[in-house]
């Protein structure tokens, strides 16, 4: 399935690194979100972006941040990282109708983050 | 606040067995509710979803969850296990009037050949 794509697929970084983590989206939808997946504790809400622009922010901390380009395409830029940021980065979108609740999610492959 | 509570950490079961995956939530409103599943090395799937009508939602694999208001569960359920259903699940609630999709911290299952 191709729907969502992440790349890169694995990321090892030191604490003093800067990378960008990337979304890309072929399913025509008009939201995005980035989650954050930590072993053994629910999917964490980080960012939520509708129409390309930033609708939610749940509290994460500056050395994540956010950019999204367009309606197909999300980054989740890394800066200065701490060990305990390490866990798999999962984008997802959906389609936001208007229906109130309607839209279901449809999730990426993650990217498996490590930091050293 | 919204949560989802999944009871069962790690379920083992043998091939054949029947399942049953307890989801519970906390939210007064009307809300939808998903199933995801994480097969090893994959990406989440949506194996259900429940908006309105029928309580009992039938999704791919054979598998089926059922929506009591009263209880406030979403209980997914399989009569057959088979091997390839190791995976881990996820239950998510979101409210009808908008906000997060908000998830349970998942249920690993493990079947045996």
């Known amino acids: 399935e191709t729907g969502v794509t992440q790349t890169p697929r694995h990321l090892v970084m030191g604490m003093t690194n800067k990378k960008s983590l990337k979304c890309e989206q072929h399913?025509?939808?008009?939201?995005m979100y980035w989650y954050k997946q930590s072993a053994k504790k629910p999917l964490e809400l980080m960012f939520v972006?509708?129409?390309?622009?930033?609708?939610e922010n749940n509290s994460v901390p500056s050395r994540f941040s956010p950019e999204c380009p367009n309606s197909s395409h999300l980054f989740l830029h890394l800066h200065t990282l701490q060990p305990e940021d390490s866990a798999l980065y999962l984008c997802?979108?959906?389609?936001?109708?208007?229906?109130?609740?309607?839209?279901?999610?449809?999730f990426g492959p993650g990217t498996r983050l490590t930091v050293l | 606040a919204q949560s989802v509570s999944q009871h069962n950490h790690h379920v083992i079961l043998s091939e054949a067995a029947s399942l049953e995956l307890g989801c519970n939530y906390s939210?007064?409103?009307?809300?939808?509710l998903f199933w995801y599943v994480q097969y090893p090395g994959q990406h989440l799937q949506l194996l259900l979803k429940?908006?309105?009508?029928?309580?009992l939602v039938k999704g791919i694999k054979g598998f089926e969850a059922e929506f009591i208001k009263s209880k406030f569960s979403f209980n997914l359920r399989k009569p057959s296990v088979q091997w390839s259903d190791t995976a881990e699940y996820f239950c998510?609630?979101?409210?009808?009037?908008?906000?997060?999709?908000?998830f349970g911290q998942g249920t690993e299952l493990s079947v045996k050949p």
């Open positions: 972006y509708s129409l390309e622009e930033r609708v």
């Open positions: 998510a609630v979101k409210s009808i009037q908008g906000g997060k999709l908000i």
């Open positions: 997802a979108s959906s389609q936001e109708s208007g229906l109130a609740g309607s839209d279901t999610q449809y």
């Open positions: 429940y908006f309105s009508g029928d309580p």
């Open positions: 399913l025509g939808h008009n939201a």
């Open positions: 939210y007064g409103g009307t809300v939808n």
